[in-house]
């Protein structure tokens, strides 16, 4: 594990955030309809603490975005919110522009092509990695369709694919309890992939990753976000300065500063955050 | 057909294996109880018959409660539950067919009944006097309890430690309610005193011999019915949901359907158990229902090893032997021996006896493949097994 | 590497276990014959059964040192069935079919003989039960030398009765068969004397049940009404020390409200502290505190065998003391062990009890009987207050319950545990022919 | 032959004639005359066999109306009053074993010794016993102590009875204290309904028994003889009714304490596990017989007190509380260090092994002292009850009821307040910064486990005193501990507090309606259903979880 990455994650140099670019910020402008996620003015509460205080944010489709901000800024809540996992108190939250994710739970936003990488990387780990991108594969949710299940050509296809994507097909009969924690973060990935989604939730992908790694991460999410929407929750400004993306930062449970990495990182609300204290 | 349809999910040779040694007891056993003569040095007495008949029931439970412990990670504390209803099922037929031969002649209302001053017989009791009926109630009465717990246990997520504790008061409150002779079971007598079975005397060397060829049939079934769910794609989803049940739920899957599928299909296993193990004992009590007995057949499993599937049958059948040896050879001090067995099952054989005994022959596969410098090759054995997880 | 020779080691023991339970009987020696022991050693029974196991040893024993029997010596063989009912089937089938034993001393709870009932009638063993019971059985293969409810309950409510002018009675008892049948014998008994149905309430608890605060608090209630109350109580085991120490802290004496039991004796009492329970009764059919020679030299050869002077005895102790003695003069008599020449030599068998009678064997395989009510003293003994005049002979089926009123068993001339006197048949034998008629439908 | 149990406990009636004797004893001189008159009606109750002849010379003792003879009459209900077999003599007895000291049955004065053998016991039953007791209430009315006046008085009002409506009215009276003056009130009223008293005096009687109140109350006009007098009987059955209902709200608070109590138990024995289970998620499967080690520590040290230090036996309680914490702490401590430290992360692996422990536990228990209960006896102050209104609290669920608070206050304080409490807070959250920090954690989490494990003892020292002390002590209680904790919360203490009361009152108040069985059904059922509405029990843990 690399330390650098871990020291990247503390935001504490501040030469990164110069040439900082001035754009507007606050409520997300644009319709409802041009959109593939779009949140507004949620908030949700733990036992009085506001985890998420009138958030707004949106993502087009296509679109690769980076979330960056401090801990306990709620990132995670976000994705738990946007997955179904943590209803919110107030606020819209739609997909694709007209399907509203609050009345849907984890597995039914999962099948509509919401995929999720945790923070902490989560594999089956008493399956192959084989094994575990075929469960992962889009189509077969059904307990009696998977009864009987065989694995198609297509199928078969889909997972080489995959692992050549990935870059695991060496290990894929492997037990995914013996992957690296990089190889794993990696799984993960391919298995977002496998689900076929349109909307990718990215959880600190390189946390714990050795420099090479992250780079390879970051080229991995790069070519991945062709394709789909993508939302990148990541702490490493390195690493986020690479993907070279739209940068939202929150605060508190709510947008502090969006653009290019350069204006979020050269505006003094969030240098304040980050080193006001 | 069916057969086909399990070959087709790649049952692996040790599957197969125990599927031949599980039937082969099951016919030997009873031809060397019938056919040769009291004398023989291979007769097995009956004694030894009723025995292994209990033993295999035994068996076929722990197997039960493997695939949900096992496979899915759900630690039913309640098992005994299912067992006990599937018995009380059988139980109930076999007090309707004992018919004018109770000891007050009374056509329809069992003993416990007539001295009770019970007039007539409770709606419940209605159609155990039909076998089919019988037979349909035993997976069904566990079956339905177990889907219904499940529903709301699983929907609700609840899990873990938790979910233990209430599977535990759940069959701690079936006890109490069976304890109850206002309940019509018969109370704390349970019920006995069976005299046939499908009209065959129960107390037949024959009668006795097919009970035991049903049990080992039945464990069988299960063996094969476990087998061929854990090599399909459900069965990696099992285990899947066991690993990383929010992951199975971010991928689409609904994991509370895999658990309520798995739970029901085995406790429909443990009712069978129960229905084949009442007719071989020859009783039915509420103390089926004890919370002890349900974290034996944790233990019988875990000393056998789960997440493996001849592991609980292997630790089933040698828990009760020990039992069974101790109790006659050293009854005041059988205790020590059996707690002292737990204890040093759990510090040195965490994966139980098979489950150690295949670890140590994956390594050695491994060992050898490694040799070989044969890469990538997919080890075989314990491949479809899932490893016990912690 | 470790772990696999671990494992085969493992395998190896559990195999060697189980060729040796299969082994036992082979080593049986044929000059001794030898006598079942079925008494619970471990498990919620242990408490009461233990006793029984030592009793039954030292009767053993001290027939040996007598000559043993038929020139023979006897050998104990004791298992335990932990307090597990199926298990009793299961060590009673081991003890008949594998050790061969002559006869079976054993059981304590219903459940357990009915448990085993299949396996000795099936084997054609004998079966001495020593606790008392509830009655409606008589079975071939089974001598009960306890109390059927004739021989204790109802001599005990006719006591409080006559004597201490009870009008109101409750009955409390553990919820099983036992408590069921005997209060539902005593409430018939007591409607039958007069009593007002308001005047009887019947309360039934769980096994094991130790928080009594409410039931005391109700039974207090109930006594308060101004007539004199008693509670008749049938509660089993492990219920009763903490239902003795609610009664004692909510001051229900024994002068106002008697408590008598039927399952509580010297070694329930010695769990508890007597102090406050001076006064409340129980029924038996022998008190250690009696005052025989017989009883004096029971009591102390049971102290020289058990070594210990603290040691109580009770009235399983007595019953398994006649049915052995019973059992050795039928052997004698029959001049072999044979169940069954040795079951048709018990009926008519007369023994000495320990109380100054001579207990003799039925014809329906029950006892005769004194019955005794004695008083909790300080010391934890009872105080015989009193005695029937005559033995009382078991009654297999009472006649305080209408379905088997009608019902008489009689082994010796009727052969028939369950005589249906007015059908003037036996119920057993109609029914065994009919399983024929049906063999022969369904062929 | 037997082992003579402590002849005497403490009671009441025996305290209060000893202290009656001293009193009296100015009054000899003048009683000389009637010496000898009641000595030869002392005679008589070593005379003849038969319970009904004692009962008479219980009387003909009664009517000398001696105040000496209630030391005689109380003796006897304690079966002290022995004949000697040679001379017939009737002797008060004390001590034990085969040598007894006599005393003289009026004075009380030692008068030798003899053998047990050369004395006969005169026996007494329930009835004599109420003889005696409708004896002395006669006899102690014009004692001295206003304690002992108002036993009498008390003992009048059960026992009403006409005859003694002229005494009672002489006591009236002659009495000072206010409190003893208003219970004979009670008793004259109580005699009055039983006498034939025209129909205002008994109305008046009638009113005076519906203020006094209670079961008694209730009992007296049940009980009382039927009156041809309409306004009497109209006036009867008010009372009767007015009475009800202030019971009926009084019972509502016994239950509530019945619940409480109740509850006070069930968190005695969780709150070891609340912390075995709870805090270090070892589901362990001996709590209930560190319960029981706790038990049979106490019973132990009862033997000891009684056989060598008899004058320290009401202490037995608080020596067996530390040392009981000791015995189940050291087994705690040695079954972390032998078994559980290799176990740490396997939750439900731990099940298995202290599974084969309490097995072991147990049966060593049964090996030790044998498979029979053993008697630990109520100190005296914790027998009896006393009434508060018409709630009736008895002295041991009292303690208790304490005794589990303070023992639940102490323990929170431990955790919270104590450097061992910090570290062990420390190790539980996380346990690799723990280490770090340079706390020794092996050894935090051994002390943890011995801890519980300890507290689990100290509830077996309060449950010996209302529960059997047996092998399967533990096995009682080991299902409605895993209850308790679940039900408020893995890892959290008040939650255990709160789910053990709360579960108690439920009980409780389920249990007339229900029936007991029923109602613990009913408790379980509402647990499995609150466990879905609330998957992490009443007090949800915030982060760190106990998950299997």
Known sequence: MSETALALAEPDEPDVMTGAEVAASGKPAGHREDTILYLDGVSVSFDGFKAINNLSFLLREGEMRAVIGPNGAG???????????????????????????????????????????????????????????????????????????????????????????????????????????????????????????????????????????????????????????????????????????????????????????????????????YLGR | MITGYFLRQGLNRWIIASLVVILAIGILVPAANLLLPAGHPLHVPSYIVALFGKYLCYALLALSLDLVWGYVGILSLGHGAFFALGGYAMGMYLMRQIGTRGVYGDPTLPDFMVFLNWKELPWFWSGFDQFWFAAIMVMLAPGLLAFVFGWFAFRSR??????????????????????????????????????????????????????????????????????????????????????????????GYRPEFVKLFAFTASAVMAGIAGALYVPQVGIINPGEFAPANSIEIVIWT???????????????????????????????????????????????????????????????????????????????????QPEAAE | MNHIARTFGFIALGAALTATSAMTPASAQEDTIKVGILHSLSGTMAISETTLKDAMLMLIEAQNEKGGLLGKKLEAVVVDPASDWPLFAEKARQLIEQDEVAAVFGCWTSVSRKSVLPVFSELNSILFYPVQYEGEESERNVFYTGAAPNQQAIPAVDYLMNEEGVERWVLEGTDYVYPRTTNKILEQYLLDKGVAAEDIIVNYTPFGFSDWQTEVARIKEFGSAGKKTAVVSTVNGDANVPFYKELANQGIKAEDIPVVAFSVGEEELAGIDTGPLVGHLAAWNYFQSVETEANASFIEEWHAFTGDEARVTNDPM???????????????AAGTTDPDAVIAALPGIEVPNLTGGISKML????????????????????????????????????????????????????KCGNYDTEAEKCIAETAMAEPATEAAKSN | MNVIKRMTVTRSIAALFAVLAVLLSPSMATAQDSDVALRQAIAGLGAEKGYARLREAINVVAQTGDPRAARVLGALTEGDVYRRADDGAVVIVSGRGQQLTLHDPVTGEAIGTAPKSALDKVRVNNSVRRSVRAALGGLTLAAGDPDIRMTAAR????????????????????????????????????????????????????????????????????????????????????????????????????????GVSLGSVLLLAAIGLAITFGVMGVINMAHGEMVMLGAYTTFTVQEVMRTSFPGLLDWSLPIALPLAFLVAGSVGFALERGVIRFLYGRPLETLLATWGVSLVLQQSVRTLFGPSNREVSNPSFMSGAFQLGEISVTWNRLYIVVFALVVFAVLLYAINRTSLGLRMRAVTQNRRMAAAMGIRTPWVDALTFALGSGIAGIAGVALSQIDNVSPNLGQGYIIDSFMVVVFGGVGNLWGT???????????????????????????????????????????????RAVDA
């Open chain 3, 363 to 414: 014809p329906n395989h029950h006892i005769t009987k004194p019955v005794l009510i004695g008083e909790i003293q300080e010391d934890g003994q009872f105080e015989v207050v009193s005695e029937t005049d005559d033995l009382v002979p078991g009654d297999a089926w009472s006649d305080f319950l209408p379905e088997s009123k009608k019902l008489k068993s009689d082994w010796v001339d009727l």
């Open chain 4, 155 to 258: 003992t009048l009002i059960a026992t009403p009875d006409p005859d003694s409506l002229a005494a009672i009215e002489k006591a009236i009276s002659d009495e000072e204290d206010d409190a003893v003056r208003d219970a004979l009130e009670n008793a004259r009223a109580g005699a009055i309904l039983f006498s034939g008293a025209d129909p205002e005096t008994r109305i008046a009687a009638i009113e005076t028994i519906r203020n006094m109140g209670g079961q008694q109350a209730l009992s007296l006009l049940a009980r009382m003889p039927a009156s041809p007098d309409q306004g009497v009987l109209q006036a009867a059955e008010d009372a009767a009714a007015s009475v009800q209902k202030r019971l009926q709200y009084w019972g509502l608070g016994q239950n509530i304490w019945y």
């Open chain 2, 302 to 384: 875990a000393v056998g090893g789960r997440g493996t599937i001849i592991g609980p049958i292997i630790g089933a059948i040698l828990v009760n032997a020990g039992k069974s040896a101790f109790t006659g050879l050293f009854p005041e001090y059988w205790l020590f021996a059996l707690g002292a067995l737990f204890i040093a099952v759990t510090l040195f054989l965490p994966k139980g006896i098979v489950g150690t005994a295949m670890h140590g022959w994956d390594a050695l596969q491994r060992l050898r493949a490694a040799r070989r410098h044969e890469e990538g090759r997919h080890d075989g054995p314990a491949a479809s």
């Open chain 4, 497 to 543: 507090l709160i789910a053990a009361l709360s579960l108690g009152v439920a009980n409780k108040f389920l249990e007339p309606f229900a029936g007991a069985v029923l109602g613990k059904i009913l408790v379980l059922v509402f647990i499995i259903l609150f466990i879905q509405r609330r998957p992490r029990g009443l007090f949800a843990l915030k982060g």
């Open chain 3, 318 to 332: 007595e019953a398994h003391y006649i049915g052995f003695n019973m059992w050795i003069k039928a052997a004698e």
């Open chain 1, 75 to 273: 990132k995670t809540t976000m994705m738990d919110i946007i997955t179904g996992k943590t209803r919110p108190d107030e606020g819209e939250v739609f997909f694709n522009g007209n399907v509203d994710l609050t009345r849907h739970d984890e597995p039914a936003i999962a099948t509509m092509g919401i995929g999720r990488k945790f923070q902490k990387p989560t594999v089956f780990e008493g399956h192959t990695v084989d094994d575990n991108l075929a469960l992962a594969l889009s189509g077969v949710r059904s307990i009696f369709a998977s009864l009987a299940h065989r694995r198609t050509i297509e199928e078969e296809r889909r997972i080489v694919e995959i692992l050549e994507t990935t870059r695991l097909s060496h290990l894929r009969h492997t037990s995914a309890a013996s992957l690296s924690h990089g190889q794993k973060q990696w799984l993960e990935i391919g298995m977002l992939l496998a689900q076929s989604p349109k909307v990718l939730l990215v959880d600190e992908p390189v946390a714990g990753m050795t420099d090479a790694e992250t780079a390879e991460t970051a080229r991995l999410l790069r070519d991945i976000a062709r394709s789909h929407s993508v939302v990148v929750v990541e702490h490493d400004m390195g690493f986020v300065r690479d993907l070279g993306v739209k940068v939202t930062c929150l605060h508190e449970g709510s947008v502090l500063s969006e653009g290019t990495i350069d204006h979020v990182s050269a505006d003094p609300k969030v240098i304040e955050v």
């Open chain 2, 158 to 251: 609840v899990t873990g430690v938790y979910l233990s504790i209430i599977t535990q008061a759940m069959t701690y409150a079936l006890m109490l309610a069976f304890f109850r002779n206002d309940m019509g079971f018969g109370g704390n007598n349970g019920l006995t005193d069976f005299k046939d079975i499908l009209g065959y005397s129960i107390q037949s060397d024959q009668t006795r011999a097919a009970l035991f060829l049903s049990s080992a049939v039945a464990l069988a079934l299960g063996v094969l019915l476990v087998g061929a769910l854990g090599a399909s794609r459900y069965g990696k989803l099992m285990v899947a949901v066991r690993d990383a049940e929010d992951r199975t739920r971010f991928l």
